[in-house]
């Protein structure tokens, strides 16, 4: 069995719509390439900026490989194959007081986030973007169980994507 080294850090992000957004970046994948932790800052920020948040956040995103997703997405979801993306939104016990609401945590797969983008003829740069942005929606509540939701959702993954100046996912072009 192969042993992976987890990175872990702890990030202030500025964002103008919370007093902070806090990232606890994790890498337990040996796939390369990965994206960088300052890019995930910046989709995390992007994402969160279309959003009015008055308190400070938290939101921890894992990278990782197949097996760790596979497993998961087993557990959670009952498919027993690897996704590109999972998110498990926090709920907050009441009365404990903490310094800042905690979203939750995303679980992102580079490795088939790649496979995706070469099947789809994409940057896999961009599909990262789309998928840390897609993993905060989540997070935030939004989901695409029916049709209304999944148009919601779209919407807006679309406009944080523009912001990053990456075209529409969605389109057929």
Same mark, same amino acid.
Request: glycine share 2%; net charge negative.
């Given at each position: 069995?192969?042993?992976?080294?987890?990175?872990? *850090?702890?990030?202030?992000?500025?964002?103008?719509?919370?007093?902070?957004?806090?990232?606890?970046?994790?890498?337990? *994948? !040996? +796939?390369?390439?990965?994206?960088?932790?300052? %890019?995930?800052?910046?989709?995390?920020?992007?994402?969160?900026?279309?959003?009015?948040?008055? %308190?400070?956040?938290?939101? /921890?995103?894992?990278?990782? !490989?197949?097996? %760790?997703?596979?497993?998961?997405?087993?557990?959670?979801?009952?498919? !027993?194959?690897? *996704?590109?993306?999972?998110?498990?939104? +926090? %709920?907050?016990?009441?009365?404990?007081?903490?310094? &800042?609401?905690?979203?939750?945590?995303?679980?992102?797969?580079?490795?088939?986030?790649?496979?995706?983008?070469?099947?789809?003829?994409? /940057?896999?740069?961009?599909?990262?973007?789309?998928?840390?942005?897609?993993?905060?929606?989540?997070?935030?509540?939004? !989901?695409?169980? *029916?049709?209304?939701?999944? &148009?919601?959702? &779209?919407?807006?993954?679309?406009?944080?994507?523009?912001?990053?100046?990456?075209?529409?996912?969605? /389109?057929?072009?």
């Amino acid at each position: 069995m192969r042993t992976k080294k987890t990175a872990s *850090t702890d990030t202030m992000i500025p964002n103008n719509t919370a007093s902070a957004v806090f990232l606890d970046f994790q890498c337990a *994948t !040996d +796939f390369i390439p990965i994206p960088s932790e300052a %890019e995930i800052e910046h989709y995390l920020k992007t994402a969160l900026s279309s959003f009015s948040h008055k %308190e400070s956040v938290s939101v /921890s995103i894992r990278l990782v !490989d197949k097996a %760790e997703i596979q497993a998961l997405n087993l557990a959670f979801r009952g498919k !027993d194959k690897p *996704t590109n993306v999972l998110s498990f939104p +926090f %709920e907050m016990p009441e009365g404990i007081p903490l310094p &800042e609401k905690i979203l939750g945590d995303i679980l992102i797969c580079p490795a088939v986030l790649m496979e995706e983008a070469m099947d789809q003829k994409k /940057s896999y740069d961009h599909h990262v973007a789309h998928m840390v942005i897609h993993g905060v929606l989540h997070l935030l509540g939004y !989901d695409h169980i *029916t049709d209304a939701e999944a &148009e919601i959702m &779209e919407s807006l993954e679309i406009a944080c994507l523009k912001q990053l100046n990456i075209q529409n996912p969605y /389109s057929l072009d």
